[in-house]
């Protein structure tokens, strides 16, 4: 705005009207376009009067019809802008419509300088303008046919390739436009995944072709926009196919799904090139992908059908062309938002820093002597807090969902290619985990999953000989045990050979063949982890590729995780991995032993109680022990494991805290239970590293730091140290 | 590596130093290794660490570990004053925060002020020194700061008079 409502204020729009030419210039509406934001509605209106009237004024002089519809098309972006949710994709939509203002200018220079030469190619080779409005709004009608919809836009036909000499795709590297636009394109593509897998399942879903059909939509004319021509050329080419579907004309089953599901992946894989272009690495056309775009335009002239998946033409061919389709359904822009993962740990750690803060104002003693009112606004502002911190650790943790949507796309994979016929189950996918464990999961059970298919899961022919169900059933279920997150796979394949696994161990020297002979089962499975052992008695295409189970293993490991392996032969297998929360939330019990406090997991607190004389006995070879429903189980005393004075001395008066279960068991004495608290597991740090007993530590409400008890570690501790004489 | 002071190291050991009392004697460290000073305020013991580690505290959201270094140096505990603080330094990438009796000032110490420990005799250890900073009259020891804290050991600053031999703080 600053030139502009500087030099004609308030009544700028008549001063416009009255003479265009002379209060603003397209150059003028060009520098006033890149001040402008989405916020500033009145500058926004008046640019787009003065746009509307420099076209009407362009097309009066017979200039050609390319700079007009250039600065219809720019109006019509700013339009979109202006309408009542149009201010989301404002930024991008406004700088668009500057680039097509710019165009004009140099579109219109070019006719000075060369009069001969038609102003069209200029406009054509210059930009293409696109759908304008469709770009933000997904209830606006898509093109028919690949031709724009507003007629006085330069069209480019589908079927127009990029010319030879230029790059594949064409950006500035670092272009922040183009990279918020990768993002977007990864973001959809992943959506439209999902949904045409639930197509697979149901193709009537009316939902979830709108889905994909949207996702589709949009990257064209976001990539329009940015100006890539071979990602929007390709997403239209894809949302067409989509739209046939849409109206009824074909389904979304055999060679259409899989041409849908391949198409979603050639998007995410321009997305990439883009992305590489970015880096300001040379941009390839993906691998496939002039020839997808080929069967795209024409799936039955290629043989692709309901019934036929590749190749083969079931005859009947359909005309290619859709009828216009029923406005779509509300879109889902702006309920997801994407940002930087530092800013989510750094907005986490600085809601830490405010719950101890307010903690700190309200121990404090002028609070206490401000009275009831004082001491009302503080409760309340303590409420907020909580609240505020129970939103912001639940902040990172995210549910299954997405990583088992991939899980699904892997075992369609798999079992396509092997001629199996695989149903894949998953339970608990809300169960939520921290995101950052999530992502280093994923791969490993990608791997996993491709295993149970490949080497589970028989073929079909072979499970019916073994009177098996012909569908073999691969399952992956997640939920909360005791603290940890367990993730369950099973499949109902073949199972692992237990011997086969020794003798391969034995023959690559991974065990002696002593050990052979006293291995148990359980150890035996876990030999799968061992590197260069494949159970597996054909080497397919499938395996081998990424990680092996060895790094499965220890990517596992990394996340304080444990893998268990259980099977049956012939009858199938089931791992299970137990993920700790270390990365997460966990509930503690803040306890007092003298002067120190300790905090205790609740999860592993069985009970708690002040010891009765009569329950203490003290066995000279076993030290103390305490004796609950009949039962003895051993009693240690905090102070004198982390040797801490001034803590109560006589049991009796102080507190036995049961913790752990079964031949972990043991009561822990302290001096007091203070309170619970939800708190953040943290590392001591590598100054300090591990501590037997100790798993880490946590910011107190006070801003102190809380020492969190391992009671596992204690139990070892303990037995460490010598026994209590009496 | 034992060798603290070349000819080459003569101009890397001058620079700013903040300084700090420690007994009797002032110390310096490399301004660039200070994060920030903190007030002697919430330490937390942690059971089974070395004597001279006091704790850790809570830094902004991040657990660092406090290490007291009067212990470390094998001197006589002393009660911590309004006086007593904590220096938080960067040690191979880690923050560790030292308790000292008092922050003095932070000096610019040229290279001709500064001389190798060993005019000092045998009486002082040099491993853990970059040298001997004379400004305004004021001897001040310069710290290795982050010799001093990568070992886990007591480190014996001041030698025994009647011990020449050379040891590494082995106690």
Redesign the interface.
Known sequence: MPRFSTDCTGDGQSLLRNGADTAMTIEEIVSLLVQLEPEDRDELEEVVSALELQAEERKADGSGPAVPALLKSAATKLRTVLAPDGAAHGPMLISAAARLVRAATESDRAAEESPESTPDSAATSESTPPPAAEAARDSESPDEDGVSDSSDEPADPPDAEASSDEPFIQVEPGDELVEEFVGEVREYCEGAEGALLELEENPEDREAIDTVFRAFHTVKGVAAMVELDAVSKFAHLAEHLLDRMRSGKIRCVGGYADLALQSSDMLKELGEAVSAALRGEKAEAPEGYYQLRSILEDPEAHGVGAHARSGLSDGRSQPARAARPKKATSAEDGQWIRMRSERLDQLIDMVGELVIAHAMVREDAAIAKGGREAQRKVTHVSKIVRELQDLSMGLRMVPFRATFKKLQRVVRDVAQRQGKSVEFVTVGDDTEIDRNMVESLADPLIHMVRNSVDHGVETPERREERGKHPIGRVQIAAYNSGGNVVVELSDDGGGLDRNRLVDKAVKNGVITADRARTITDAEAFQLVFEAGLSTAEKVSDVSGRGVGMDVVRSNVAALGGRIDIASELGEGTTFTINLPLTLAITDGMLVRVGQERYLIPTTDIQSSLRPEPSMLTTVSSRGELLTLRGAPIPLFRLSRLFEVEGAIDDSSQALAVVVGDGEGQCALLVDELLDQQQVVIKSLGDGIGTILGLSGGAILADGRVGLIVDTAGLLTLARQTPAVTA | MTEPATEAQEDSRAGKYLTFMLDAEEYGIRIEKVQEILGLL?I??????PHF?R????L??????IVDLRRKFDMSVAEDTPQTCIIVVRSH????GIVVDSVSEVVSVSASHVEDAPHFGDAVNTDFLLGVGKTGGQVRLLLDIERVLSTDEVVQLRRAGHDSELEEGES
């Open positions: 919430g937390t013991r942690v059971p089974r660490t580690v704790g850790v505290v809570n902004r959201g991040s657990i660092i570990p990438g880690v923050d560790v």
